[in-house]
């Protein structure tokens, strides 16, 4: 093994995950909805969990989150290794926006639930240890990514909102492409009496194994464990074998999975979620956006500006060439990525990622936050499917009882905004299950972002979440988000 120079250039590692460091703030009341449809069907619970429902007492604590809650924990008691003032996703009171109240003064608890968040967030030293290839199945042969750290600004309002409805419900949540489960853990604490949350994933070994293993360690010393129903193999079977769970999912959560469909695929799993969700349900979606930056003259801009003026629904559907660099037995690349060859595949082309040749090695470089390791080039043939705010809103115009309450991208810093830019690395979309046929109450206000306080809200009323109004928690309310391609 050759050594490293004595004076390295350091490569920065390459942005592929996002975290908000907006500020929290309390959620407000602009309307009224009907929850009497969204009721826990014990059909679709595990036999071991409708005890717990059945003998659960109904709460009437109030809706009201506050980001500055009187209760909070002493600085002292927080853990020192936990830098939670320089990024939003750990601080103590914004975990605290989504964990169960019973939990808030178990001081203990709280200290080691912040730092196992902390450990898969992007500021973590230990991040990439968190980022490696899914594990298939033997009869699966396409690719299917890799699991991924935390982005906050689509798992903070998915956890917020599981916190708030529990409050008045049993709910039923589900994560589609839970990988090793570094979001479904997180779903028990949320529930403030009973719920039930289901994780499914293609792969039957990585549900075995990694998943396993992590909420077993994770949920360790508490009774959560139980509430935590697995559901390995393919999305699109999820109803076929579970039928119970139609019209009946609260709650959906799907980061870093759409990318892998193709155009028709996509709007089969759309059909999905409109037949999994439940009246006012909702599903927070996140997806990997355009990789040609504010470069105009990059292959796959002019293809996405060409699809675009053809009227494409999905104008980020290419397939190309692709090189970069990538440190042996790692599953990131670093560096920048050379695109080639560029085209639109048919809508119903399956997805490719196939090497070109043998990776190159490279040598011993000095690779930021790792230190000194051997670097491989890389050459394939890939396709994907990138996704805008605009790509999510037209995808659903099809799909007569699902809309849009926001959506956005998100860069590199997990900050959502409102129109592409720089080092933006997804985009993502939050949609309501809205069945006409169920009766709906809407309160009109003339001022959507006036300020509410705790008595505003009541076991009954989900008023800030029926218009998206929940989302202010990652500083989108009343903003229109469009992309900005010169569309």
Request: charged share 20%; proline share 5%.
């Amino acid at each position: 093994m050759s050594k490293a120079p004595s004076a390295p250039t350091i490569i920065t590692v390459a942005a592929q995950t996002a975290v908000s460091t907006s500020s929290n703030a309390s959620l407000s009341s602009s309307s009224s909805i009907s929850t009497s449809s969204n009721s826990l069907s014990l059909a679709a619970v595990p036999a071991h969990v409708t005890t717990d429902i059945q003998t659960s007492a109904s709460s009437s604590s109030s809706l009201y989150v506050s980001s500055s809650s009187s209760s909070s924990l002493p600085s002292s008691n927080l853990s020192t290794a936990v830098s939670s003032k320089y990024y939003n996703f750990i601080n103590i009171n914004t975990i605290k926006t989504w964990v169960a109240s019973q939990y808030h003064e178990q001081i203990e608890l709280m200290k080691t639930l912040q730092l196992n968040i902390e450990a898969t967030t992007p500021q973590s030293p230990g991040m990439h240890n968190f980022i490696k290839d899914v594990h298939n199945d033997p009869n699966e042969k396409r690719y299917f990514g890799k699991s991924f750290p935390t982005i906050e600004s689509i798992e903070l309002p998915f956890l917020q909102f599981i916190n708030a409805i529990s409050k008045i419900m049993h709910p039923i949540t589900l994560e589609i492409g839970a990988a090793e489960g570094i979001v479904s853990w997180k779903v028990p604490f949320a529930f403030e009496k009973v719920g039930v949350h289901y994780a499914n994933e293609l792969s039957h070994w990585m549900m075995d194994n990694p998943f396993e293993s992590w909420v077993t360690y994770r949920l360790q010393n508490t009774s959560l464990k139980k509430y935590i129903v697995k559901l390995p193999g393919n999305c699109f079977d999820i109803l076929t074998q579970n039928p119970a769970l139609k019209g009946k999912v609260n709650a959906i959560f799907v980061q870093n999975v759409e990318h892998f469909f193709n155009p028709t695929e996509h709007q089969k799993f759309l059909t999905l979620i409109e037949d999994l969700l439940a009246h006012d349900g909702r599903a927070f979606l996140c997806a990997h956006s355009f990789k040609f930056g504010t470069d105009t003259k990059h292959p796959l801009y002019e293809l996405f500006i060409q699809q675009k003026h053809k009227g494409d629904i999905y104008p980020g559907f290419a397939e190309y060439d692709t090189e970069f660099m990538q440190p042996k037995g790692r599953s990131f690349f670093v560096g920048e990525i050379k695109i080639s060859n560029v085209s639109r595949p048919k809508d119903d082309a399956e997805q490719v990622k196939m090497n070109l040749c043998e990776p190159i090695d490279l040598g011993i470089k000095c690779i930021e936050s790792i230190g000194d390791v051997k670097v491989m080039l890389a050459k394939q043939r890939i396709s994907d499917n990138a996704f805008s705010p605009s790509i999510y809103r037209k995808a659903i115009e099809s799909h007569a009882s699902l809309e849009a309450l926001q959506s956005f991208f998100i860069n590199d810093v997990g900050k959502a905004v409102d129109k592409w830019g720089a080092n933006i690395t997804h985009a993502a979309a939050i949609l309501r299950k809205y069945n006409k046929s169920s009766q709906l109450i809407v309160e009109n206000h003339d001022n959507d972002n006036s300020s509410s306080s705790s008595s505003s809200s009541s076991p009954s009323n989900l008023s800030h979440i029926a218009n998206g109004d929940l989302y202010t928690t990652i500083g989108l309310s009343g903003v229109s988000l469009e992309d900005n391609h010169s569309e």
